[in-house]
């Protein structure tokens, strides 16, 4: 089992962040880029941007991950297994979540919720894996989710796109 730090998450996560940001920003059809990380109606859809498009509007969820050598998306169930709280991919309201290796700098666009009602269907036949994060005074919390075959995804989801950002 992995440990992280909080922070060691939030510079994956503002990584994830700033370069989307940049790459949506220098697409064509953007109009308009609106960060609602911190707005807590957003955060509790858990939606991390609002982009406008000639196409309309779409809520973006990101995810960072810096482990592009396994293969595997890390879908997670529970974001905090203590208190049974579950993962943010069962409850985005996002349109699309941004599925975005850090180190390599390739994004995959996975359509919600049609990425997240082909897992629940298929859940069980993915590992089941977990991380620990240290709580600031002691202790920790658990993150639990699947390892689940990017060509797997790729194959079975219909409208995953794949970028590379670099």
Known sequence: MR??????????????????????QNLPRTIS?????????????D??????????????????????????????????????TPGCFLYTAADWL??????IRVLYLLPMPATRDWFIN?????????????????GYYTTVGRLVPIKVVLKEVPDVKRYELG
Request: charged share 30%; with cysteine; aromatic share 12%.
């Open 122 to 138: 298929q859940m069980e036949r993915f590992r089941e894996r977990s991380t620990t994060t240290p709580i600031r005074g002691g």
């Open 98 to 103: 941004c599925y975005y290796f850090v180190e």
């Open 3 to 24: 440990t992280y730090t909080m922070q060691q998450s939030t510079q994956v996560a503002d990584r994830a962040t700033a370069d989307i940001t940049q790459w949506l």
């Open 47 to 84: 939606v991390d941007l609002l982009v406008t498009t000639d196409r309309g509007e779409s809520k973006l969820e990101i995810k960072g991950d810096r482990y592009h050598k396994t293969g595997n998306f890390f879908f997670e169930t529970h974001s905090n297994q203590e208190k049974n």
């Open 33 to 45: 880029i609106q960060n609602v990380e911190d707005d807590p109606d957003y955060r509790k859809m």
